[in-house]
């Protein structure tokens, strides 16, 4: 078994980020700038904003925290977005969700401004990736694309995991993980097969694949029947069960197989915020 370190890959890239920030800062003369708003004093979410701003300071970017009553309507919520679109100091908007409440995020997200939607979550950003022909493409462009999903695509790469003609499974059609990673995966050149909780056959359709990707949300649900030997298997999958954190892979059922894997934790978790901080200064150069 290798196992893929997202906690060293996330770091590579961030001393990388780091070297940018400061060329872009003195030819732009400015800093880039991310904006994050939280919603109520949920304790997870206040954890993360926190690792988001720490992650900013670490590589030299400007961090400036909105914080709103957990009583915010909607409305305080967007007119506060809309100041944000226009502040010139501010590349990049982060919407902290869950928002409390039961309260619909989808229009506070589709009011961030595409060009500072460093979640990649506006429908524009999202429907642009559909369209996508090549990596090539997506590079060139600077586009902005969910976290989670660009952040295993660099763990493969910085993997020297070749993706070009390979069989790709993933499991889980989320619109934050499955849709977008097989929209990378097709751009890398992959043959991807979408697969989720309805699916019929799946060991058999996991069994056949190069490169697994777990995003079904189910603690341990892929144990060595599943996978092939000598294949790469990225798990998202963030499950609490007795207070323990656990993938969506059985690692000690796959533990002496011949695989690259990503564990849980310190796998794809880490690439996330170094993507978050990737995609705000990608915002930054585009602006």
């Known amino acids: 078994m290798n196992i893929i370190n997202g906690k060293e890959i996330s770091q590579k890239i961030r001393l990388e980020l780091k070297e ?13 700038g991310l904006a994050t708003i939280l919603v109520g004093e949920d304790p997870a979410s206040k954890v993360y904003i926190g690792s988001k701003i720490k992650a900013c ?5 400007k961090s400036f925290h909105h914080g709103l009553p957990v009583n915010s309507t909607q409305e305080e919520i967007i007119s506060l977005i809309k100041k944000l679109n226009e502040d010139e100091n501010v590349c ?4 902290q969700l869950p928002l409390p409440n039961g309260q619909n995020p989808d229009k506070c997200i589709e009011t961030i401004s ?3 939607d460093v979640d990649g979550l506006h429908p524009y950003n999202a429907g642009m990736l559909t369209l996508v022909k090549s990596w090539k493409e997506i590079v060139d462009k600077k586009m902005l694309v969910s976290c989670t999903p660009m952040g295993i695509i660099y763990l493969l790469k910085y993997s020297g995991i070749d993706i070009k003609g390979k069989n ?10 499955g849709k977008p990673i097989s929209m990378l995966m097709l751009a890398n050149d992959a043959t991807v097969t979408m697969a989720h909780s309805k699916t019929g056959n799946l060991k058999q359709i996991t069994k056949q694949a190069d490169i697994v990707i777990a995003a079904i949300g189910k603690a341990k649900f892929l144990t060595k029947d599943f996978i092939k030997d000598g294949a790469t298997v990225i ?6 069960v007795d207070k323990k954190l656990y993938g969506d892979v059985d690692f000690e059922d796959v533990k002496d197989m011949n695989i690259n894997i ?3 934790p310190g796998g794809v978790g880490p690439m996330t915020i170094t993507m978050l901080l990737n995609n705000a200064v990608l915002a930054f150069e585009r602006q």
Request: charged content about 20%; glycine content about 12%; cysteine-free.
């Open 57 to 61: 300071q670490e590589i030299g970017m």
């Open 262 to 264: 990503t564990p849980v």
């Open 20 to 32: 940018k920030v400061a060329l872009l800062s003195k030819q732009k003369g400015r800093i880039p």
């Open 168 to 177: 790709a499974v993933v499991i889980g059609r989320s619109n934050l993980v």
């Open 235 to 240: 798990d998202v999958g963030i499950n609490r």
């Open 114 to 116: 595409p060009s500072k």
């Open 92 to 95: 990049g908007i982060l919407l």
